[in-house]
Structures are given as structure tokens and as C-alpha cells.
């Protein structure tokens, strides 16, 4: 594990969403789940040509085929159901119903117990901007008044690690990145892209995902969860 470096004073923080303030993996289960029940309700066709497996499949193929959109997952998402209603010749308005049945599903999160209190804490302290590669909504989700703004992958055009989404993200809060802080749980979208963009940053490793060595020697800041962040930086 990388030594427990002190963390500087930023001016500004961008901090990620999944596994960072919520645990992704049961939030997108329970999205696809819903999305299934969907569509076996509503276009049955499409329900009995493709199972989990066949989307996922599908999905795959979308991705090949448009990797312009590597950035963009509800793009993926949303033309992998167009293709899927259209092979089982069911209305083509079903896919955009179903996305939306998944989209909704996917903002029902549970945060992690020591999310909202260090929210609250950082907020009062520091402008909080969300940066984050996939389509939560802070409004949705119920945690938009402690950010003073978001940047998805989706709005960026360009997904972390790539340094333009943290060029952006500096230009919205008006900071320079040697001023902004960025917290995320992956060490190389959130940690290295982060400071080969100018940014200093700390890496959120829950004790649960594990403690893997940064690359190439690469030293991290880390905090175990973000009450511990809150209370390193003097909130």
C-alpha cells in the first residue's frame, strides 16, 4: 500500500460518484434487473430474444461498432436497446422507455454511512464538483445542494483518465488545477489522471476494495473513507 502522504489545502475539490459516495455494483444490478422486468412486461419480443447474456453480448457489439461513444454509457446503452427492440421487430419507441426505466432504476442509490455527514462537512467548507464517468444525477440522487456543479464523461466529451475532463472540471469551479483537489476510488482514472492533469488528488480505498500498490511506484494519498478525508482536511 502507498505511504500515507499529508494532503495539501485545495481550493476547490471534484470528487467521483460511484464506489466514492455510493457502492455501484448493487445499484446497476437492481437497474438491469428492473430494465428485464420491463421489458418482459412491455416488449415481450425483445424479453425472449435477448436474455442478460444476449444484451451484454449485443452491448459488446454496439461498443466495437461506435467507439465514439467509449465516453458516453448511456449512448452505449440506449442504441444496444434500439438494436435489440429493432432485431425483434417490436415499435423502436419501446428502447427509449426501457432506457428510461433503467436510467430511473439507476438513481436509487445507498450511500456508504460515512458519505452524507462528510458531504455536509467539505461543502461548508470547500465548492464541491462531482466528476464522474457515469450518468448518476446529483438532483436525482438527492445530494445536489452540497455540489456547486457536475461534469459526467457524457457532458465532457471525454471520459477519466483523459485530461480534458479535468481541464473542465478547473474550468467550471474558475481554479487552476494546482488549486483543485480530486477524490476518487480508481487509482488510475481518478488518482493518475488526476495528477498527470495538474491536480493533486487522494485516493478513497475502502478497506473492502482492497489495497493494491500504486503503478509504476507512483506514490497516492490515501483516506480510508470520506470521513476521514472531511477530518484531514479540517472539516
Known amino acids: 500500500m502507498p505511504p ?4 495539501p489545502t485545495p481550493r476547490a475539490i471534484t470528487l467521483d460518484l460511484d464506489d466514492t459516495l455510493w457502492p455501484v455494483r448493487p445499484v446497476i444490478r437492481r437497474a438491469e434487473a428492473a430494465l428485464r422486468a420491463w421489458l418482459a412486461r412491455h416488449a415481450p419480443a425483445t424479453a425472449a430474444r435477448w436474455d442478460a447474456a444476449g444484451l451484454a453480448a449485443l452491448r459488446a457489439e454496439v461498443e466495437r461498432a461506435h467507439p465514439q461513444w467509449a465516453h458516453d454509457l448511456g449512448a452505449l446503452r440506449r442504441a444496444t436497446l434500439q438494436r435489440a427492440v429493432a432485431a425483434a421487430g417490436e415499435s423502436a419507441a419501446l428502447a427509449d422507455a426501457a432506457y428510461e426505466v433503467f436510467l430511473a432504476e ?7 454511512p460515512d ?11 470547500f465548492p464541491l464538483l462531482s466528476l464522474s464517468n457515469g450518468n448518476a444525477d446529483l438532483r436525482r440522487v438527492g445530494v ?3 455540489f456547486v456543479g457536475a461534469l459526467s464523461a457524457s457532458d465532457a466529451g471525454h471520459a477519466k483518465p483523459d485530461p480534458r475532463i479535468y481541464a473542465e472540471a478547473c474550468r467550471r469551479l474558475g481554479r487552476a488545477p494546482a488549486e ?3 477524490v476518487g476510488d480508481d487509482l488510475d482514472a481518478d488518482v493518475r489522471g488526476a495528477q498527470d492533469a495538474g491536480l493533486d ?19 497516492a494519498r490515501v483516506v480510508a473513507d470520506l470521513a476521514e478525508l472531511a477530518r484531514r482536511l479540517g472539516c
Not at 439507476?106 to 456508504?112: H, S, T
Open 4 to 7: 500515507d502522504l499529508p494532503l
Open 106 to 112: 439507476r438513481q436509487r442509490v445507498e450511500f456508504y
Open 115 to 125: 458519505a452524507l455527514d462528510a458531504l455536509r462537512r467539505l461543502a461548508a467548507r
Open 144 to 146: 445536489a445542494d452540497w
Open 180 to 182: 483543485v483537489l480530486h
Open 201 to 219: 488528488a487522494v485516493w478513497l480505498c475502502r478497506p473492502e476494495h482492497g489495497h493494491p500498490a500504486a503503478p509504476g511506484g507512483r506514490h
